[in-house]
C-alpha cells in the first residue's frame, strides 16, 4: 500500500465514550470534529432538497486520493455526516487502520 491515513492530534476518545453510553447519534458539530481527524469534511444541501456529506481523506502517497461520502438521500445534515463518519470507520478497518 502506497499510502498511510495521516490523523489529526484531536482526541475524541472522551467524546465517542460519552455518545456510545448515551446511545445516540452525533450531533453535526461532533460528527464534523470527528471527520475532522481523518481529512477534509463538507456537507451540502443538494437541489432535492436532501442533504449529503463527504470527505476527502488526508493520504500520503504520489497519486493517491481517498474519498468517502455518505448517500444522496439523507433527510438532515447530521444524518449525512453520521453515515459518512460511519463509512470512513469501515473503509478504515477494511484497510487494517484503527479508526
Known amino acids: 500500500m502506497n499510502g498511510i491515513i495521516e490523523q489529526q492530534l484531536i482526541d475524541d476518545d472522551a467524546l465517542t465514550d460519552e455518545v456510545a453510553k448515551a446511545n445516540r447519534p452525533l450531533t453535526s458539530d461532533e460528527c464534523l470534529l470527528k471527520l ?13 432538497g436532501f442533504w449529503r456529506a463527504s470527505i476527502d481523506m488526508l493520504v ?12 444522496l438521500d439523507m433527510a438532515t445534515p447530521a444524518d449525512a455526516l453520521n453515515q459518512c463518519a ?7 478497518k477494511r484497510l487494517g487502520v484503527k479508526p
Do not use: H, I
Open 86 to 92: 460511519e463509512r470512513v470507520e469501515e473503509s478504515l
Open 60 to 71: 500520503t502517497g504520489a497519486g493517491v486520493n481517498f474519498s468517502v461520502a455518505s448517500g
Open 36 to 48: 475532522a481527524r481523518y481529512g477534509k469534511p463538507s456537507v451540502r444541501r443538494l437541489d432535492n
